[in-house]
Structures are given as structure tokens and as C-alpha cells.
């Protein structure tokens, strides 16, 4: 029942918590992640998450967006247990995985790209990494194009196109060469300071004439750029929605130029948006679409989607081991699915509109929250000082106080100062409601001054 959620049994993070955080810390590298919140999961179910300790949380992560269709889903379950019972490696560029073909066809026959044919990776970050490589050999041009607030992975190439936080590229140059970033069209934040929200045509134009008389005039030429990469909605940099006509003219000019659009959909993609990719939202048909995450809701599977005589590579060019094993294909096949058959971006759509909707209503009983934006179950508040500028030790104790309380919200954004709300695409609007309590509840403490730490978060 929904009432049960969420349960503290002991003040987070419990004795057992403790010990493996501690455990982990000697023996694990640092660089594998930033830790949100002291969070041990032992077992989940739906939207919810139970640590070591016995601790019941409301789930607004979702693992970073990647747990689609939540936690133990039966059908899920069932399908990766049965394939590990028949065999639980075959290796798809060697030989062939009909599983794996299966789920190819599922993705080629929904994504907005002509004519696509399918790579598969292991994570978002390798997905971009292909990305470069397929953009590369296709057009024989060296320069890319990514955007300022852009996180792609974690990877050589991947690192290399992010532009989210400098701490990401810091101690590892030289990195891949021939990359370019231009502002990203953020209508309540941007460099041009102009209200995109008012005049989402003015902040199109701006950047239009930037990249032109700017980017293409000086700094690099067209000719010679095989793509620009985007991520339709920014997402760790704080759920950054852009004008709705603005990929298509962005799309004009590079097709103009011959430059390829790349989407990001690695968060973006398999429902999340309430479409099956976010381009949809923008009426355009990229060359190539990345994806990743909730595409086996979480188990590691990832790849691009690209125009069919685009993705004529070199064979084993694109070659990865354990890709599209049969146990994660099974797990993508469940997924895809679980997502059609029970409506789940039908629930992301109704679910992310009664979200908002109550944020919106919170924005106007607190001015700390400045903007609340997004689509679907991908949704950011972001919190501000009352001059404007971005808080983010508010934002960090809000989100540690809804911890306390039960509730899993993260921090992000450029700036840090963006709670982001990503809960698996299962989640009811009941427990929504009850989230969004305990996020108004954490609001109120932390304005008070009643919270004495902060989540931390990218820096």
C-alpha cells in the first residue's frame, strides 16, 4: 500500500550502512562516483528501495534514470532468469543472438531516424564513444560540436565532449582533439539574458547567429565538422528544456552545412520523456540517436541508432565483448515490453504533469524555487536566492532532509541548485503525491534553518 511508504526504521544511513561505507572506502576508488546520499540498497520493489537497514525510501532517482520500469518487475525477473538457465554468453561479433536481433528491430522500428540500423555498447558513455567514431569514419571530417552543460560519460571520448563540470577533465589531457562547445539554449538561464520562456524566438535567433558569425566565421570551419551532439533535454545540468522550434532550425542550418545531428538520448530515451525518445518533442529526425540506461532498465546495455549508410563501418570496427549479451538483451526485450504493454509513457506523461503542476503550485507559496521544467517523469525545481542567483546549499539541504524523511532526491544542475525528479516510470501518481509532501516538508526545514547537512553532489 501506498500509505506504508515511506519507512524509517533507524535514522539513515543505520549501523549497516556505516559499515559498508566504510568497507567501500577502502577498498574502492573515489573516481568511480559521486555519492549522492549514504544509501546502501539491498532490495526494491516498483518505485520504492530498501537499504541494509530496513529502510523503505520513495525512489525520484531511479539509479540516474535508468530503472524504467522500477524495481524486481516480475516479467523482468522472468525473462533474464530464464535466459541465464539457457545461456548467459554468446558473443554478438563473433557469432549471432536472436534475442539481441530482437530487440535491434524494437529499437530501429521506434526511433525518429531514417532507414536505422543498430550498434550496441555497454553504457551511455561507450555510446557516445561510438557515436564519434561512426560520425567519423562516415563524413571523414575531424570537428565536433557539443554543448556547454553537456554530460556524455565518463569515458575517453565521452569525457572529452562533456562540458558539464571542469573536475571531469581535470589530470587527464591531452583528450580527443577537435571538439567545440557553444552555449546551450537555456531560456531561463542563458548568456544572451534574454526570457526564452517570452521570446523563445529571439533566444533561437541568438544562438543561430552565434554558431554562424561566431563558431563557423572563426573558429572552425563547417566543412570540416562531422557533427554537432546534443542532448534534446539537458539533463544533469539541472533538466534544461530548450524552445520547442529550436532543433529544427538548428537542423536547417547544419544541414546546410552538411553537419550530422547526434542525439544524446541516453537519459532522454525509452519512455522517460513521456515519448519513446525525446526528439519527438522537437519534430526533428536526428542522423544518429544515442541511447543507454532504461533501455534494460539499468543492466548495462547501450548503443547508437543511426541512417543506414551512415553505419557501414569497418567490421569488429565497433566490436565490444560482452554488448548485447543474451542476459541483457532479455533484460532489454522485458523492458521494451513492460514499457508498451502497461502504458508506461502514457503514466510518464499523466504522472510528470500532476508533478509539476504541484511544483508549480509550491513555486508560488516559495520564492526560493525559481523555475520548475521538463517532460515527462524527467523533471527539475530549481532553487535560487532572492536575487536570482542559483543556491545550492539550500538545494543540498533539501535533498538531505527529504533522505531523512524517506524520500531518494537528488541534487544537480550546472550550478548544483536543481532538484531532479527521475523516479522509475512505474511510479503512481499516489506516491508521487507522497514524495512531493515530504520534498515540501524538507523545503520548509531547510528554510528554517532546521537541517544541518547537504547532499552532496557533482562539483
Avoid at 27 to 50: N, Q, T, W, Y
Avoid at 191 to 217: K, Q, R, T
Avoid at 428 to 438: M, S, V
Amino acid at each position: 500500500m501506498t500509505s506504508d511508504y515511506p519507512k524509517i526504521i533507524v535514522e539513515p544511513p543505520g549501523p549497516k550502512a556505516r559499515e559498508l561505507i566504510e568497507r567501500e572506502r577502502r577498498v574502492v576508488s573515489p573516481g568511480l562516483g559521486v555519492k549522492l546520499f549514504p544509501l546502501v540498497p539491498e532490495r526494491g520493489h516498483g518505485a520504492i528501495i530498501e537499504d541494509v537497514d530496513g529502510n523503505a525510501f520513495i525512489d525520484f532517482l531511479a539509479g540516474a534514470a535508468a530503472a524504467s520500469t522500477g524495481y524486481a518487475h516480475p516479467r523482468l525477473v522472468k525473462e533474464v532468469q530464464d535466459q541465464v538457465e539457457r545461456i548467459q554468453h554468446s558473443m554478438m561479433g563473433y557469432t549471432y543472438s536472436e534475442r539481441a536481433i530482437e530487440v535491434a528491430e524494437m529499437l530501429a522500428g521506434k526511433a525518429p531516424v531514417d532507414s536505422p540500423k543498430v550498434l550496441f555498447g555497454l553504457s551511455g558513455s561507450d555510446a557516445l564513444d561510438l557515436t564519434m567514431k561512426v560520425v567519423r569514419f562516415a563524413t571523414r571530417r575531424p570537428w565536433v560540436i557539443a554543448f556547454i552543460g553537456a554530460y556524455h560519460g565518463q569515458t575517453y571520448g565521452a569525457t572529452s565532449i562533456a562540458a558539464f563540470q571542469s573536475s571531469q577533465k581535470r589530470g587527464f589531457s591531452p583528450l580527443v582533439p577537435n571538439v567545440v562547445w557553444v552555449p546551450y539554449p537555456n531560456p531561463y538561464r542563458n548568456i544572451w539574458m534574454v526570457n526564452g520562456y517570452e521570446e523563445p524566438d529571439e533566444l533561437i535567433n541568438h544562438f543561430l547567429d552565434y554558431l554562424e558569425s561566431y563558431i563557423f566565421a572563426h573558429v572552425l570551419p563547417p566543412d570540416e565538422t562531422a557533427v554537432l551532439i546534443a542532448e534534446p533535454i539537458q539533463g544533469d545540468a539541472g533538466i534544461v528544456v530548450p524552445p520547442e522550434n529550436f532543433f529544427i532550425e538548428l537542423k536547417g542550418l547544419l544541414d546546410e552545412h552538411g553537419i550530422l545531428l547526434a542525439m544524446d538520448e541516453v537519459q532522454t530515451g525509452i519512455g522517460r520523456t513521456g515519448r519513446w525518445f525525446a526528439s519527438e518533442w522537437f519534430g526533428i529526425k536526428p542522423d544518429l540517436l544515442a541511447f543507454g540506461k532504461g533501455v534494460a532498465s539499468g543492466m548495462g546495455l547501450s548503443g547508437v541508432i543511426g541512417r543506414g549508410e551512415l553505419m557501414e563501418m569497418t567490421g569488429g570496427s565497433a566490436l565490444l565483448t560482452p554488448a548485447a549479451n543474451p542476459v541483457i538483451s532479455a533484460a532489454a526485450h522485458a523492458t521494451l515490453g513492460i514499457i508498451e504493454e502497461e502504458n508506461l509513457i502514457q503514466n510518464a506523461l499523466r504522472v510528470g504533469e500532476f508533478i509539476q503542476k504541484r511544483l508549480r503550485e509550491m513555486q508560488e507559496d516559495y520564492e526560493v524555487i525559481g523555475d520548475v521544467r521538463g517532460k515527462g517523469l524527467m523533471i527539475g525545481a530549481e532553487i535560487v536566492k532572492p536575487d536570482g542567483r542559483p543556491d545550492p546549499e539550500l538545494t543540498g539541504r533539501i535533498c538531505w532532509r527529504a533522505f531523512e524523511l524517506g524520500l531518494i532526491l537528488p541534487s544537480y544542475g550546472m550550478f548544483g541548485n536543481v532538484i531532479r525528479i527521475t523516479p522509475p516510470l512505474v511510479i503512481t501518481e499516489e506516491l508521487a503525491e507522497r514524495g512531493l509532501e515530504i520534498m515540501e516538508t524538507a523545503l520548509k526545514d531547510a528554510i528554517a534553518g532546521r537541517v544541518t547537512h547537504r547532499v552532496v553532489t557533482w562539483h
